[in-house]
């Protein structure tokens, strides 16, 4: 579970600073976070650094992700993404650009990560619910908006 703390409340949202130490599974604690904080709708981007990763490109005329797993450690130049309710269960769908020691850049839909230095997130929900549901077209979980 990352350390965190809320920067602001107002009636139209609420804001958060996560930390998450080296070795966490950050998709889990961001979900383990969002789940005992109550929050179904949320904003999420950040910065930091990832010792492993899995991430995927979607191929439309396949109707299915593409996975690489990388196992060297990654500087996350970006991370951006949002939190929704998928099937009744909670659904983090993240997406992040990483840098590695040659300066290359990678990118794709974050499906595992293990952190390295730390990860900073900044994430604002909002007090609604929205819902994510199968798309016939793409076969994709589409926001239900």
Known sequence: ????????????????????????????????????????????????????????YYDLDARQYRFQTFTRPMEVLSLKGNISMLDGQLSAHLHVTLGDDQYRAIGGHLAEA??????????TAYPVVINRKKDAETGLNLLDI
């Open 1 to 56: 579970m990352p350390t965190f703390t809320r920067l602001d409340t107002a009636p139209d949202r609420q804001t958060y600073i996560l930390r998450f130490a080296k070795g966490e599974n950050l998709l889990a604690g961001l979900l383990d976070f969002v789940d005992q904080n109550h929050i179904t709708t949320a904003d999420v981007s950040g910065i930091g650094a990832l010792l492993e990763a899995k991430i995927g």
């Open 114 to 123: 293990t952190v390295g230095g730390t990860i900073e997130l900044f994430l």
